[in-house]
């Protein structure tokens, strides 16, 4: 049985609001869905039917993205979902290839998510290209190492995000362009990131605001929720929940962090933060940060030979992979890889592959942080000629490491 697939109208928004209710087990309230519909690109909205029903739905929010060396236009895929009714019928396959080549015929040579279930996405190519360190910070003894930076120019301002968005918005538009995986925020992004009505909140508190400036203007803030918690003691152990630090520079960011953790009557500090974030150095006492580690953003490079042209290379390269690409078989074949830090050409090869992988391998590494020698160990590529692997691998790693940092 076939499902027909098309892009869907602006007034099919209350059926794919049903569809992908259903499918993630969450109404959103009617303000966020109203934003969320305000940043639906209706004509990028896939949509497949059983008859006039609509049985499943997949979206592209277009943003531009910080790659090794380069800003570039990437696929942000979202709202994929089917109704439990018609799992298995092949109809999310159907979708994710005519997805996929919607994306080529535009132009766009990545594509990105994130997973609500990581064991699905690698069937499509799409490699786990960033990581994220869930921690959880005692206060008492986080004190930082000695020589932690500081600037004797700089304060901390207690506000409310509302009050200081442009300069939020502001921080985050030049430190977006540090990492890869961070990307642009349009306004109906900033909106949803910044409400705070009270499903927002999920019992966390009000959103607060600090910033870090000085005598010529605001160098970076942080945003987070305060949830109250007293002990059976009556001794109070408030959990404070970090949204965003962002700053400019390393004094404002060790400011900002310990204005988020010298807060009166907080007992622990949670936070989602890049796995090489500053802050695992400035603390003191390493013991006193725990950590558990999930998967951030997932890459699929749509097409090859553009996307590594992309980028930038740590170190000089010069090898011939042969890609394995079932849903894109435009990228299956074997491309010579030639650059460095200057850039880089891929061009389709005859010579023998000096390294043959499947494309969720180059889209694991695509922001820097790909796992070449783990899966070389674990029999996931083949190498063919000695050292070619290692050669890849240093070449396309990157530091500071990818992390995007908020769900699109």
């Excluded at 078989?329 to 850039?343: K, Q, V, Y």
Aim: net charge negative.
């Amino acid at each position: 049985m076939t499902f027909p697939i098309r892009p869907i109208g602006e007034s099919e928004w209350p059926a794919m609001l049903t569809v992908t209710s259903e499918a993630f087990g969450a109404t959103p309230p009617p303000p966020l869905a109203e934003i969320y519909k305000s940043r639906t690109e209706f004509d990028r909205t896939l949509a497949a039917f059983d008859g006039d029903l609509m049985v499943g739905t997949t979206g592209i929010d277009s943003f531009t993205m910080t790659v090794p060396g380069a800003a570039i236009p990437v696929a942000g895929v979202t709202a994929v979902s089917v109704l439990p009714s018609h799992r298995r019928r092949g109809i999310l396959t159907s979708l994710m290839r005519r997805q996929l080549a919607d994306i080529r015929e535009r132009g766009e040579a990545v594509a990105a998510l994130y997973a609500s279930e990581s064991v699905i996405y690698g069937r499509y190519g799409y490699g786990r290209a960033a990581s994220e360190i869930r921690v959880t910070v005692n206060r008492p003894g986080s004190a930082f190492v000695p020589g932690a930076p500081t600037d004797p120019g700089l304060r901390l301002r207690v506000t409310t995000p509302a009050d200081v968005r442009a300069d939020l918005e502001r921080v985050f538009a030049e430190v977006a362009t540090r990492r890869p995986g961070r990307y642009a925020r349009n306004k109906s992004l900033w909106d949803s990131l910044l409400i705070d009505e009270e499903f927002a909140q999920q019992g966390k508190g009000t959103l607060r605001c600090l910033v870090a400036e000085d005598d010529d203007g605001v160098r970076g803030y942080a945003t987070f929720r305060i949830n109250a918690k007293w002990d059976d003691d009556g001794i109070a152990a408030n959990e404070l929940h970090v949204n965003e630090v962002e700053a400019l520079d390393p004094a404002a960011y060790a400011l900002l962090w310990r204005g988020v953790l010298d807060r009166d009557l907080v007992a622990k500090v949670h936070a989602g933060r890049p796995v090489d974030d500053p802050l695992v150095a400035l603390l003191a006492d390493a013991r006193q940060l725990r950590a558990s580690i999930s998967d951030d953003l997932w890459v699929r490079l749509v097409d090859v030979q553009k996307a590594l042209e992309l980028r930038s290379y740590a170190a000089p390269v010069d090898v011939v992979v042969e890609v394995l690409d079932e849903y894109c078989p435009w990228n299956a074949g074997r491309w010579r890889l030639s650059g460095d830090a200057s850039g880089a050409t891929c061009k389709p090869s005859e010579d023998e592959p000096d390294v043959t992988l499947p494309v969720a391998a180059l889209g694991s590494a695509y922001l820097g942080d790909g796992q070449f020698a783990t899966m070389l160990g674990a029999g996931l590529l083949n190498e063919h000629r000695a050292g070619a692997v290692r050669e890849l691998a240093t070449a396309m790693a990157w530091s500071p490491k990818p992390w995007a940092g908020l769900v699109f």
